[in-house]
């Protein structure tokens, strides 16, 4: 990571809670691995924006769509890597590069180093236009 840290403005990462129904081993698992990679991210002084589902997959035009939708979408935008996509059991990744193109999309940042971030992500009401990321800084 640190060989391209140059070239990253800032991490996109989905914002995700505990749900009701989960199990207390894989949720410890779950956000142990987000913590790791937030703290990460600030050990080497790159921004974070946490970004909710319904926020993302509503800028990409997958709302109330399943995790087909989103591999079908990915290997549409990626051709040539449609076959990291192709197993039923790739919708992780092509979530999380989705989300990464979502990030790119609402990404204005002049030079590749800055410092400003979105405003955050407050309004999580489905029937509102979606809110910018949340930004979390370093």
């Known amino acids: 990571i640190e060989e391209h840290?140059?070239?990253?403005?800032?991490?996109?990462?989905?914002?995700?809670?505990?749900?009701?129904?989960?199990?207390v081993t894989s949720m410890f698992a779950f956000g142990e691995?987000?913590?790791?990679?937030?703290?990460?991210?600030?050990?080497?002084?790159?921004p974070?924006?946490?970004?909710?589902?319904?926020?993302?997959?509503?800028?990409?035009?997958?709302q109330g769509a399943g995790k087909d939708a989103s591999r079908?979408?990915?290997a549409r935008m990626w051709p040539e890597k449609a076959g990291l996509f192709k197993r039923q059991r790739d919708d992780?990744?092509?979530?999380?590069?989705?989300?990464?193109?979502?990030?790119?999309?609402?990404?204005?940042?002049?030079?590749?180093?800055?410092d400003s971030g979105p405003r955050p992500d407050t309004d999580r009401s489905p029937s509102v236009a979606?809110?910018?990321?949340r930004f979390v800084p370093p």
């Open 5 to 23: 840290i140059g070239f990253l403005a800032r991490v996109y990462i989905e914002d995700v809670h505990a749900m009701p129904g989960q199990g």
């Open 33 to 46: 691995a987000a913590g790791l990679i937030r703290g990460v991210c600030a050990g080497l002084k790159v």
């Open 48 to 62: 974070v924006c946490l970004v909710s589902p319904i926020t993302w997959k509503r800028g990409m035009k997958l």
């Open 72 to 74: 079908a979408m990915a």
């Open 92 to 114: 992780g990744r092509a979530e999380a590069a989705l989300l990464a193109h979502y990030g790119q999309m609402h990404t204005s940042v002049p030079d590749r180093g800055a």
């Open 130 to 133: 979606p809110a910018p990321p």
